[in-house]
């Protein structure tokens, strides 16, 4: 008779039962992360919480059933079933942050919004605070030493990689008060415009127009003046310059111009696209033509098909387009000649 | 090597009216409880010789997860593929007409043998009444008339048949119910843990741990065929509704009936020891409950309720089973004509009752060494095991190759639920393969799984028509295409 042995109540045979349910599902969830899709991660959490209390409320009869080889004694086999219940509630807060926050609450757009960054550091402090409960609460290791342990190796770490951790907080800086996004446009200082591509725990890239990738590390964002494009408001007004001859009717003009650019699908309609008229000078009417675009990237192809929409109905208005006309006197002074006579003059228009 | 994948259409569907449909989440439900009912009268007691009263327990939570995750994963494939083909349909969708056939032979064969078991049982309970009566008339002539009577039944149409599955179904639950208040003041644990341990085993655990593994096939009796509602789709009302619940409640009610019932028959006199070599385990309980007040025609009409219900709903089982693959031309064409008038497939029904009766009668006239009966039961849960392997493939195929199809009800245990009841599923074939008392059943299974593929692979695959589940298949196939 091996009663001592083999799970021998009904707590007992419920716990066997508790465990075989536990392992199975467990083994059939990773398979199926494995292989199918990964869409079951967060309650693969809550299977291995099951899986562990069971083994701790297991303890008594399976411990001689099948670890007594495997481990020295029963304290470490307790220690460990107790260690897998905090890594597994570890792991289910992980999962759960993954699934609600990271890509639940604060995502943006089906993406996700909060820097990989941030995400990470936040990982990284769960584990580590699951691994100091292990430590204090399961193996009675007094963790203050370990923490100024680790105050110590703090001052060490921070002095050593001064650098890398001020751009590492200028990283969390900027995950936090969210200048911009991964694939926002912006203009950052005085560089050319590009669109953010990686934010990491150092750099951040930019992709240019002409597809170079321009480093820049979080320091210089966060400290440099970040021109967005894209965020928070993505409708981003665009101005456009056209002069007609003096005399034309403002109303008519403002009604074609306003009337071709909302012919052009990728121009927002609202708000509406819109013409003022800015001065007469030069011999010319100046209008500038204004219109809110959402794919700051495509505006060079916009601001064409803009330019195509106008000129097509002006001329079907027949309305010609002007050029501004500027005078300009231009005084030759020859060698040896007096300032006052010596003076010839000569007329001629430039066009601009 | 033949692409036995390679497969050519007959112009033209089959002509004529569907299947109709009247079936809401109610009948399902009827349908669902009626079918397995049985296997809570009887059956699943020789689980206690083996694994013990803890074993059982362990048996029966293990099969019920994996009985619960193999009803939602059906409810997803069958709300979003509501034929009546069901495990063929899923299959043949998943994975082509090969495998589709070999999970629609293994359907067929679970249903249809499993309806000739339980006829041979309800037909022993029918003749002691009989006699009760001063009628005595041979087993076979009892079998012929059970088979007659509830073919007829289910020919005569689906509001009949429907409204019998949920009748039946509340007439076995009170039998249970009835035994149950009956027993609980009888019960002693004492009485449950009272097999004796073999060398290395314990009170709760006779045999040890692999108990546990020996007791699960008869632990599947409490939820064997359920997946038969899935067969109900083309006769049901909003199926993406109604066949979910169906499964839902059904599964909730078996699981509420199960485990109570196994319990409590185990824990009352005369002691798990004789209820585990009890043919009637409930009535050999209810008998000692009784004492010497025995009331033998009560406990007959109990024993029927349980087995009618689930006869009756094996025999619409195997019926639309068989006029499925007919339909689409992976069995002779006579076998998926339709009753004229009452729009059941009435050849298939009386073709499958044939095979079943001479089955019964095969395992009547041979010597009872021979073990027919046992031999049948072990292809039935063979046959359904291998189906469930299948279904969950295509499940776990469907979600992986196919994420963004509709899916009107999506399992809420997904993916994991799937692939635990497949573990579970490999897991109980590979331990069934160890025991040598169901080799026979392995050979018998392959025999007819041998024989249907070699007619597909011949004959059928040549000659296939556009049923809705070919032509369902077809289109993904397409769409497929059109994609890469």
Not at chain 2, 244 to 249: E, I, L, M, N, S
């Amino acid at each position: 008779m091996l009663d001592h042995i083999l799970p021998n109540s009904l707590a007992e045979v419920l716990g066997l039962a508790a465990v075989l349910v536990f392992l199975l599902t467990s083994l059939g969830a990773v398979l199926a992360a494995l292989l199918v899709a990964r869409d079951n991660l967060f309650y693969l959490g809550f299977q291995f919480i099951g899986l562990a209390l069971a083994l701790i409320l297991s303890e008594r009869w399976l411990f001689d059933l099948a670890f007594s080889d495997l481990l020295h004694d029963r304290a470490s086999y307790r220690h460990a079933a107790w260690t897998a219940l905090v890594l597994a509630v570890a792991y289910t807060i992980d999962m759960g942050l993954q699934v609600f926050v990271w890509h639940g609450a604060l995502a943006r757009d089906g993406r996700e919004a909060v820097p990989r960054l941030l995400v990470n550091v936040v990982r990284f402090l769960l584990y580590l605070l699951g691994l100091l409960i292990v430590l204090q609460f399961v193996y009675d290791q007094s963790i203050t030493a370990l923490a100024a342990l680790s105050g110590a190796f703090a001052i060490v770490l921070g002095l050593s990689a001064q650098t890398t951790l001020g751009e590492m907080f200028a990283g969390i800086a900027i995950a936090l008060s969210r200048p911009f996004r991964i694939g926002d446009w912006v203009k950052i200082g005085h560089m050319d415009e590009g669109r953010v591509i990686d934010m990491t725990w150092r750099l951040v890239r930019l992709e240019m127009r002409d597809r170079s990738v321009v480093h820049l590390t979080n320091r210089q964002c966060a400290e440099l003046a970040v021109k967005n494009y894209s965020f928070p408001n993505n409708a981003i007004r665009m101005a456009e310059d056209i002069f007609f001859p003096r005399g034309g009717d403002p109303e008519r003009i403002k009604a074609v111009i306003r009337r071709a650019i909302a012919e052009v699908p990728t121009v927002l309609p609202d708000p509406p696209p819109n013409a003022v008229f800015m001065s007469a000078r030069d011999g010319v009417d100046h209008y500038s033509m204004r219109f809110y675009i959402r794919e700051y990237n495509l505006r060079r192809r916009i601001q064409e098909q803009v330019w195509r929409s106008v000129t097509r109905h002006l001329d079907r208005e027949q309305m010609p387009i002007a050029q501004p006309r500027v005078t300009v006197d231009q005084f030759v002074r020859r060698p040896g000649e007096g300032a006052e006579e010596g003076e010839a003059e000569a007329r001629r228009s430039i066009s601009e | 090597m033949i692409r036995l994948d390679a497969v050519s259409y007959r112009p033209g569907p089959v002509g004529g009216p569907g299947l109709r449909r009247y079936a809401g989440p109610w009948s399902l439900w009827g349908l669902a409880v009626s079918v397995v009912i049985t296997g809570e009268f009887a059956g699943w007691n020789t689980g206690l010789l083996e694994g013990g009263f803890g074993g059982m327990l362990v048996a029966t939570l293990l099969m019920s997860v994996m009985y619960v995750a193999i009803s939602l994963s059906l409810a997803e494939l069958s709300a979003a593929m509501p034929h009546s083909g069901a495990a063929y349909a899923f299959t043949r969708i998943a994975f082509g007409p090969t495998l589709g056939c070999a999970a629609g032979i293994a359907q067929v064969v679970e249903f249809t043998l499993a309806a000739a078991a339980v006829a041979v049982g309800l037909g022993g309970y029918v003749r002691t009444l009989a006699l009760q009566a001063g009628l005595d008339l041979p087993n076979v002539v009892w079998w012929a008339v059970l088979y007659a009577v509830f073919i007829g039944l289910n020919v005569h149409g689906v509001v009949t048949l429907f409204r019998l599955a949920i009748g039946l179904a509340v007439v076995a639950l009170l039998a249970l119910v009835g035994f149950w208040v009956r027993a609980v003041p009888h019960f002693d644990l004492a009485l449950a843990l009272d097999i004796l341990p073999a060398a290395g085993g314990s009170t709760w655990l006779p045999n040890g741990l692999v108990g546990i593994a020996w007791a699960v096939p008869f632990a599947v009796w409490f939820y064997l065929s359920i997946e038969a509602v899935a067969l109900a789709a083309e006769e049901t009302r909003d199926p993406a509704r109604a066949i979910p619940r169906g499964f839902a409640w059904g599964i909730a009610t078996l699981v509420a009936a199960a485990l109570p019932t196994f319990i409590l028959n185990s824990g009352v006199p005369p002691g798990a020891t004789i209820i585990g070599q009890a043919d009637e385990p409930l009535l050999v309980a209810l008998a000692a409950l009784q004492g010497d007040r025995p009331r033998p025609i009560l406990l007959a009409i109990i024993g029927i309720a349980g087995q009618a219900a689930s006869f009756h709903a094996m025999i619409y089982a195997y019926g639309r089973s068989i006029h499925a693959l007919a339909r689409a031309g992976y069995l002779p064409d006579a076998l998926a004509r339709l009753h004229p008038t009452r729009r059941t497939p009435h050849v298939a029904l009386i073709a499958g009752g044939v095979l079943g009766f001479a089955v019964a009668v095969a395992g009547d006239l041979l010597p009872e060494a021979l073990g027919l009966e046992a031999l049948l039961i072990a292809m039935a849960v063979l046959a359904a095991v291998v189906s469930y392997i299948l279904q969950m493939l295509a499940f776990l195929q469907l979600r992986r190759a196919q994420p963004d199809m509709a899916r009107p009800y999506r399992s809420p245990f997904g993916a994991t639920g799937a692939m635990t009841a497949l573990v579970i599923a490999l897991a109980a074939v590979v331990l069934m393969l160890f025991d040598s008392r169901l080799l026979p059943g392995f050979a018998g299974c392959a025999a007819v799984a041998g024989a249907g593929l070699a007619y597909y692979a011949f004959h059928a695959r040549h000659r296939l028509r556009h049923s809705p589940e070919e032509d369902a298949a077809l289109a993904l196939g397409e769409g497929r295409k059109t994609r890469a």
